[in-house]
Structures are given as C-alpha cells and as structure tokens.
C-alpha cells in the first residue's frame, strides 16, 4: 500500500541547513545574518521567503563551515 501518510516527507534545502547547523539563529550566526533572513528561507514565496532555498552568497559559507566543524552537509543538500 502506498500510503502518503506513511511516505517520508522531502525536507527543503533550507531545512536541511537549519537542523545541521542546530537552528535559525546558529545558522544565522555561521553567516553574521540576521536570523529573520534566514527564517525567511523556509516561507513560500508567496510570503516573502525563498521556497526553501538557499541563497547562492549563502551557500559557499555554509559548505566550508560544514567542512571544517565536520558537520554533515554536502553540495547536493544545498539544491532543491
């Protein structure tokens, strides 16, 4: 039975980010951002926000301090 209530719901890139680096704000704070811009990568575009994804200035920062902290993060979570 193929059951969406069961099914594994796909986390955004901007999800993603957030748990791997302990939430909005420590996220914010890896990027010296403020952590209303990076809340707003998880609205719909339709509010205001991203859809989800991460910003391409954002994105380099992220991966080199994923590297570096040993955090799980790669390219391929970056993108939708």
Same mark, same amino acid.
């Given at each position: 039975?193929?059951? &969406?209530?069961?099914?594994?719901?796909?986390?955004?890139?901007?999800? &993603?980010?957030?748990?791997?680096?302990?939430?909005?704000?420590?996220?914010?704070?890896?990027l010296?951002?403020?952590?209303?811009?990076?809340?707003?990568?998880?609205? +719909?575009?339709?509010?205001?926000?991203?859809?989800?994804?991460? +910003?391409?200035?954002?994105?380099? +920062?992220?991966?080199?301090?994923?590297?570096?902290?040993?955090? +799980?993060?790669?390219?391929?979570?970056?993108?939708a």
């Amino acid at each position: 039975m193929n059951d &969406k209530k069961n099914a594994p719901e796909k986390r955004s890139p901007a999800q &993603k980010v957030i748990a791997v680096f302990g939430g909005v704000r420590a996220t914010a704070r890896i990027l010296g951002r403020n952590g209303s811009t990076v809340s707003r990568w998880q609205k +719909p575009r339709a509010e205001g926000g991203t859809g989800g994804r991460i +910003p391409t200035s954002a994105q380099g +920062p992220l991966l080199e301090h994923a590297r570096a902290n040993g955090l +799980p993060l790669t390219a391929d979570d970056l993108i939708a």
